[in-house]
């Protein structure tokens, strides 16, 4: 269990490949202010130092606020990551051949994809994004 009292990334002040036997694990991270949040993230390294990322939307959940202490808990997630992806996304990766490239996406890269798709507001946006997507992976 770790405190923290930065937003962005939490710095992990423990030995992350000897904890997880490995660098870069995936893990649940439990974050506790407010509220009780748990999110999949991966551990990444920065300057020889690890760290798990924390995006605004997950801080929000917590409910933590600026400069507050909160508490934070790893543990190993390993749950196979599965991105559902958007119905007219599908048809549209379908259409354009392009289905067997998106799975071969990472998990981090099919949920950034997903999920800005499914945040657009108007249905232009959600269009433009799927189509920027179809354009990315034919190149």
Known sequence: MLDSSSGGPI??????????????????????????????????IYGGRYYVPLKKANAAAAAIEAGASFEVTLLPDNEQRVVTVPEDLATALAEADLRERWDRLSFTRQR?????????????????RIQQTIDQLSD
Request: glycine share 6%; no cysteine.
């Open 112 to 128: 950034e994809r997903a999920e800005a798709i499914e945040g657009a507001k108007r249905a232009e946006t959600r269009q433009r």
């Open 11 to 44: 710095e992990i002040p423990y030995d992350v490949p000897e904890l997880f036997g490995t660098k870069k694990p995936a893990v649940l991270v439990t974050v506790r202010a407010g509220q009780e949040h748990t999110y999949r993230s991966t551990v990444a």
